[in-house]
Nanobody, 126 residues
């Protein structure tokens, strides 16, 4: 059974940095599948933040985080990361990792992915 577990969230002041991780278990084909990060603010829809190809060479970002966030992965550790710099209060929300394309569509669309983590809170104060 595939499990994705996020870690590394927390609270930080605006301008600060955080790195969240997503560890996959029970997933023999982690390195063969795309990964992505999403977030959901209070009262908002879940939105795509960043996506990464199987080997990590290709990445995609939401306009709101370009130049500030970096997605990466370590296939030897079955782990994906999201480095978040220059954080803003509007970055506050639950952050979720997702894996494996289940249907064609935007790489930053929630409906595209099969497996999801339980989410982790990131709070940025002004």
């Amino acid at each position: 059974q595939v499990q994705l577990v996020e870690s590394g969230g927390g609270s930080v002041q605006a301008g600060g940095s955080l790195r969240v991780s997503c560890a996959a278990s029970g997933y023999a084909f982690f390195s063969s599948n795309r990964m992505a990060w999403f977030r959901q603010g209070s009262g908002k829809e879940r939105e795509g933040v960043a996506a990464i190809s199987t080997g990590g060479a290709s990445t995609s970002y939401a306009d709101s985080v370009k130049g500030r966030f970096t997605i990466s992965r370590d296939n030897a550790k079955n782990t994906a990361y999201l480095q978040m710099n220059s954080l803003k209060p509007e970055d506050t929300g639950m952050y979720y990792c997702a894996a494996e394309i289940k249907q064609s569509g935007s790489l930053l669309s929630p409906s595209t992915y099969r497996y999801w983590g339980q989410g982790i809170q990131v709070t940025v104060s002004s």
